[in-house]
Structure formats: C-alpha cells, structure tokens
C-alpha cells in the first residue's frame, strides 16, 4: 500500500484491511508519518507524533471497529496520560495530562493507533486555528486561508488525507467550522451524548461536546456507537438510540419536514451569495429524494443572545487559568495570553451573580424559541458558515484591536448559526456539499430535535450519495 491507495480510505476501509491481513496497524502507523513529513511543514496541522510507539503496533489487537487506524489527539479536549497538552498556549508549555478521560479510554478500546497531537487556537476560544506559540495552520485547499477553529489541525490533517478520522470538540462551533472549511464531515452530538468525564461534568457550562471530524458519515455513525456509552456519575444520561447508528447509514429516510434558511441571525451581516445558493441547491435537492422542505428560520433578539452566549462561554475561564497558571507557576499577563483570551479572562473575572442570573433567563428563552421550532419541524437547515473561509489572520484572537465581545461580535459575520445547538444542546452536522468559486470548501449545517442523531445520520447518508464529496482533494495532499 501506498499514500495514495492509503488516502483513498475511509477508517473502516483501513480496519477492514488491517483485519483481512492485507495490512498491518504498523504499516498503517508508518504510512501515516510518512503523510506528515510530506505535507505538515506546509500546513502546520500535526504538532508532534509518537515514532517510538511503532514497535509496539506489532502486537496490537486487531479488534474494534478501528482496529490498527492511526488517530490524532486534539491538544485539548480528551487527554491521554503521560503525553504533553498543552492547549495552544504560551501559559502551558509543557502541560502533561495526568490520566486519561473517558473518551480517551473509549478511543483507544475501538482499536485506534494514538500516534501524536492536532493543533489548536489557544484554549479553544478561536474560530480559527492560529497561535503565538505556534503560528498558523493552514487550510490544504489555500495555505492562505483558515481551517477554521478549534479543530482546526485535526480538519487540516484528515483533508490532506494524513489520516481519516482525529479528535475534534465543540463549544460554539468547533467541529462544524473547520469541517465546513476543509471539506469534512462535522457532528456535535446531543448535550450529554458523549461523557465529559471524569474530570469535567460538562465543558462551557454545557456548551461543549467532543468527538470528531471524518470524510464520511459512515465514520461518523460508527464512532459515535462506540464512544456514546453513558457513565455513571455523568450530570445526565440522555435518552439511548433504538438501534446502532451504524444501522442509520443507508436507512430509508422517509419524509422529513425541512426547514431551511439562508438569513443571518445577525443584524446587517448577510449571508454570502455563493453561500446562499448551495443552501438554496441543497433545499431543492432535498425535496427532489422527497421531503417536505419549507423556507423558515427561529427568530430572537441577537444583542440578547450577544450577552449571553459571550457570558456562558467566558464563565469559569478565569478560574481555569488561575489554576493552569498556578500549575505551570507561569503569570498571567500578555507574554503568556494572547490578547483577546486576556480580555476574555478579565471580562470573566468581572462576571456577576446578576450577569448569570440574566444569561440564565435569555438562554432558557433562547431554547424555548428553538424547541418551539421543532414543534413543526424534525430538521433546521442553515449555512455552517455564512462566508466561504477567510483569509490567515482575519480571526486570530492574537487581534490587539479587539476585546472579547467585540471579537465574538466579529465573528458572528463568519458563524452566527454555529452556537445555537450548543446552546440548545441539540445534535447537528456540516456536510460538505459545495464549494466557492475560488475552489474553497462549503458546508451545510443541519440541525435535528435532542437526542435524535439516527435521523442526521440517515439525511446525511442520503445526500452523501446523491451530492458526494470524497472524489474532491486538496491542492495539498499526501497522493500528490
């Protein structure tokens, strides 16, 4: 096998061969590092591998759904003990996560090969994946233009076809940005459909989920079977799937009530044209596999929203690098934060039991609305991003002409419809369905009632193949 015929699999293409002997994790494992020293020093994606572990593949069980496929780790998110995280900060240099979480172990149990870290913005607070300590990830359909944030690395690794399937998490946006901007398959799961534990109950006071980026939905479905399993302890346990979401792919869809737009939940921010007519196309392509799909969209005030979301999603960040800052006995000033991250932390720190007290009722009323919505609708489909993606530098939180609400503020113009499940904890995925006129990845983002990821998964199969994507590559890719 080689990096072309290695890049053309999806994960369970590369299981099953590990499985009929045709190729071994070892070989997968080196086929994988050979893909970074090809193309990482171009888009900065993988920030450290693990060559010494190769030894080891060659007594690796070869069981699990994933069996021997090599894996990234996001450098946040669920750690592995022992290995540096070090969150994409001059503040944690040298972090070593202390154990594994749980999803970390759930990971490793569906046989995936962990062979090194995805980079990050730091601390996961960026629409797009740049940092001072680090530079720049590149996208591998432009160099000069994002991968989107906070997944950033892990979307650029899989789109150039380092690996198929990394880590990735999701607290406004995380998973489905640098999907849409690399060309992926992006899910958030439910609110409490994935354990945070045991360290965390839940991340950004409920915002946050984790789980991964892909290139096919099959990928998708499986990995969320094998790692969604409730833990006792969790805030919550959600209601379980009647059948394995492996069984969703493929699975008649039946007839949906979609709704769709293409209007800005922000003021005076339309969306892009080019956005707009592959929402538009994928409408129509929806009705013609027979569903009922309708123009409309949730209304709420956008400066309400605006203070809230800013306030949950700054809640506890002071407490958390006043701990890192203790741990790594570094202070917290401008040589260690980057400048929008400091205002966030100060913009924290001045937080009032009356601020929270508001943000509680507007975000209730927010859910509200939405669960209103799903009275008349089973699927709300909107832009992922309402621009094609932007040039390196546009959304870095390196910004000095920002503070942290104007950089929230700012980036609504790119992924005003990115927060909406998280905060309502519903379920969604970005498909990549389009690209701009330049040739730059687009996605679509559908959005689905709690607890009912089996009927994205069905949506998403279906126009998997009746709008596919895999036979697109980058520019940038270990077959070139």
Same mark, same amino acid.
Request: charged share 20%; with cysteine; net charge neutral.
């Given at each position: 096998?080689?990096?072309?015929?290695?890049?053309?699999?999806? !994960?369970?293409?590369?299981?099953?061969?590990?499985?009929?002997?045709?190729?071994?994790?070892?070989?997968?494992?080196? +086929?994988?590092?050979?893909?970074?020293?090809?193309v990482n020093s171009k888009i900065n994606a993988v920030i450290q591998t693990y060559p010494d572990r190769l030894a080891s593949l060659n007594h690796s069980k070869t069981t699990g759904p994933f069996a021997g496929v090599p894996f990234l780790l996001k450098d946040l998110g669920p750690p592995e003990q022992g290995k540096l995280q070090e969150k994409g900060s001059r503040l944690t240099i040298g972090f070593v996560a202390r154990r594994d979480?749980?999803?970390?172990?759930?990971?490793?149990?569906?046989?995936?090969?962990?062979?090194?870290?995805?980079?990050?913005?730091?601390?996961?607070?960026?629409?797009?994946?740049?940092?001072?300590?680090? #530079?720049?990830?590149?996208?591998?359909?432009? +160099?000069?233009?994002?991968?989107? #944030?906070?997944?950033?690395?892990?979307? =650029? !690794?899989?789109?150039?076809?380092?690996?198929?399937? =990394?880590?990735?998490?999701? /607290?406004?946006?995380?998973?489905?940005?640098?999907?849409?901007?690399? /060309?992926?398959?992006?899910?958030?799961?439910?609110? /409490?459909?994935?354990?945070?534990?045991?360290?965390?109950?839940?991340?950004?006071?409920?915002?946050?989920?984790?789980?991964?980026?892909?290139?096919?939905?099959?990928?998708?479905?499986?990995?969320?079977?094998?790692?969604?399993?409730?833990?006792?302890?969790?805030?919550?346990?959600?209601?379980?799937? @009647?059948?394995?979401?492996?069984?969703?792919?493929?699975?008649?869809?039946?007839? +949906?009530?979609? !709704?769709?737009?293409?209007?800005?939940?922000?003021?005076?921010?339309?969306?892009?044209?080019?956005?707009?007519? +592959?929402?538009?196309?994928?409408?129509?392509?929806?009705?013609?596999? $027979?569903?009922?799909?309708?123009?409309?969209?949730?209304?709420?005030?956008? @400066?309400?929203?605006?203070?809230?979301?800013?306030?949950?999603? =700054?809640?506890?960040?002071?407490?958390?690098?006043?701990?890192?800052?203790?741990?790594?006995?570094?202070?917290?000033? #401008?040589?260690?934060?980057?400048?929008?991250?400091?205002?966030?932390?100060?913009?924290?720190?001045?937080?009032?039991?009356?601020?929270?007290?508001?943000?509680?009722?507007?975000?209730?009323?927010?859910?509200?609305?939405?669960?209103?919505?799903?009275?008349?609708?089973?699927?709300?489909?909107?832009?992922?991003?309402?621009?094609?993606?932007?040039?390196? #530098?546009?959304?870095?939180?390196?910004?000095?002409?920002?503070?942290?609400?104007?950089?929230?503020?700012?980036?609504?113009? %790119?992924?005003?419809?990115?927060?909406?499940?998280?905060?309502?904890? %519903?379920?969604?995925?970005?498909?990549? %369905?389009?690209?701009?006129?330049?040739?730059?990845?687009? $996605?679509?983002?559908?959005?689905?009632?709690?607890?009912? @990821?089996?009927?994205?998964?069905?949506? =998403?199969?279906?126009? @998997?193949?009746?709008?596919?994507?895999?036979?697109?590559?980058?520019?940038?890719?270990?077959?070139?």
């Amino acid at each position: 096998m080689d990096l072309r015929e290695y890049s053309e699999q999806d !994960a369970l293409g590369l299981a099953g061969l590990v499985r009929s002997g045709e190729v071994t994790p070892k070989q997968l494992a080196e +086929l994988m590092l050979e893909g970074v020293e090809k193309v990482n020093s171009k888009i900065n994606a993988v920030i450290q591998t693990y060559p010494d572990r190769l030894a080891s593949l060659n007594h690796s069980k070869t069981t699990g759904p994933f069996a021997g496929v090599p894996f990234l780790l996001k450098d946040l998110g669920p750690p592995e003990q022992g290995k540096l995280q070090e969150k994409g900060s001059r503040l944690t240099i040298g972090f070593v996560a202390r154990r594994d979480s749980f999803l970390t172990t759930r990971f490793r149990d569906t046989g995936l090969s962990f062979l090194g870290r995805t980079a990050v913005p730091e601390f996961g607070t960026a629409s797009t994946t740049e940092t001072t300590l680090l #530079g720049p990830t590149r996208n591998p359909w432009n +160099l000069n233009t994002m991968t989107g #944030g906070s997944s950033g690395g892990a979307a =650029a !690794a899989v789109a150039s076809g380092i690996l198929p399937v =990394a880590s990735a998490s999701d /607290g406004g946006g995380s998973i489905r940005i640098p999907a849409s901007c690399c /060309g992926l398959v992006g899910l958030k799961p439910s609110r /409490g459909r994935i354990t945070q534990g045991p360290d965390q109950s839940e991340g950004h006071g409920g915002l946050g989920q984790s789980f991964v980026v892909s290139r096919s939905v099959r990928d998708s479905a499986v990995m969320l079977d094998a790692v969604s399993q409730p833990v006792m302890g969790d805030p919550f346990i959600i209601v379980q799937p @009647e059948r394995p979401y492996s069984q969703e792919v493929g699975a008649p869809v039946g007839r +949906l009530r979609i !709704a769709w737009t293409t209007k800005s939940w922000k003021p005076d921010s339309p969306v892009h044209p080019e956005v707009a007519r +592959l929402v538009e196309t994928t409408a129509l392509e929806c009705e013609r596999i $027979g569903q009922d799909v309708r123009e409309a969209t949730p209304v709420f005030d956008y @400066e309400s929203y605006l203070f809230a979301f800013s306030s949950i999603f =700054a809640y506890g960040f002071d407490v958390y690098l006043d701990h890192l800052s203790a741990v790594m006995q570094r202070p917290i000033s #401008g040589e260690t934060i980057e400048p929008v991250n400091l205002s966030q932390y100060k913009y924290a720190k001045a937080l009032t039991s009356k601020d929270m007290a508001k943000t509680n009722d507007v975000l209730n009323r927010f859910r509200r609305t939405f669960g209103q919505f799903f009275q008349d609708y089973e699927i709300l489909m909107t832009p992922t991003l309402s621009l094609p993606p932007g040039p390196i #530098g546009r959304y870095t939180t390196e910004r000095e002409d920002l503070d942290y609400v104007g950089y929230i503020r700012m980036t609504d113009d %790119l992924n005003m419809h990115m927060p909406a499940a998280n905060i309502t904890g %519903l379920p969604a995925i970005s498909l990549p %369905l389009g690209q701009s006129n330049s040739g730059l990845p687009m $996605g679509v983002q559908f959005i689905s009632r709690f607890g009912d @990821e089996a009927l994205l998964i069905r949506l =998403a199969s279906a126009l @998997e193949k009746s709008m596919p994507w895999r036979d697109r590559v980058p520019p940038i890719h270990v077959s070139n």
